[in-house]
């Protein structure tokens, strides 16, 4: 078992890099998006400077949502004989859920859903919009998918630190 001190500065460092990540995706979304599209930010954030991402904007914070929550979820749990690539498998699969949901042939269905199950509450509103107004893109598959891999080489690395830390 790596040293205990050890262990704390590697979910330190899992923390710092996933905070630095998800500062960066909220960077595009106060800067590159429309402040009516970010339900989460008010208006008032909106920094309007135009892109600075360009490109890059557009699929990013599909990228940084599941490599940051990989790593929150993994320097959450107890520390073990393996990395948690569990944590990016259930983040990536939560990621491929939201943009499925988005795809025209099931965004419709999923709303009323919503609406049936959960009744009209202003988090039904929001995830039903979301889904409605939403655009199913393959490059978001594409980028949840480097996000969760790229967590999981994160996650690979630290492991192997903490076991050269073990002898």
């Known amino acids: 078992m790596p040293a205990p001190r050890f262990q704390w500065a590697a979910r330190v460092l ?3 890099i996933g905070s630095f990540a998800l500062g960066l995706g909220t960077l595009v979304y106060v800067t590159d998006r429309d402040p009516v599209h970010a339900v989460l930010f008010p208006e008032i954030l909106a920094l309007h400077t135009g892109p600075i991402f ?3 904007g557009s699929w990013l914070p599909s990228f940084i949502h599941p ?3 990989s790593l929150f979820t993994a320097a959450a749990q107890r520390p ?3 990395p948690a690539y569990g944590a990016c498998a259930a983040w990536w699969v939560v990621n491929i859920a939201f943009e499925a949901g988005q795809h ?3 965004s419709g269905r999923l709303a009323e859903f919503l609406q049936l199950v959960f009744g009209d509450s202003w988090l039904t509103r929001a995830l039903s919009n ?5 655009s199913f893109d393959v490059a ?3 980028a949840v998918t480097a996000g969760a891999l790229a967590a999981a080489v ?3 690395l630290a492991h192997h630190l903490e076991a050269r830390h073990a002898h």
């Open 104 to 106: 025209a042939q099931i």
């Open 67 to 69: 490599f940051a929550f």
């Open 80 to 82: 073990s004989a393996s």
């Open 140 to 142: 978001h598959i594409v």
């Open 54 to 56: 360009g490109v890059l």
């Open 154 to 156: 994160v996650l690979h």
């Open 130 to 134: 979301y889904f409605l107004r939403g």
């Open 14 to 16: 899992l923390v710092a």
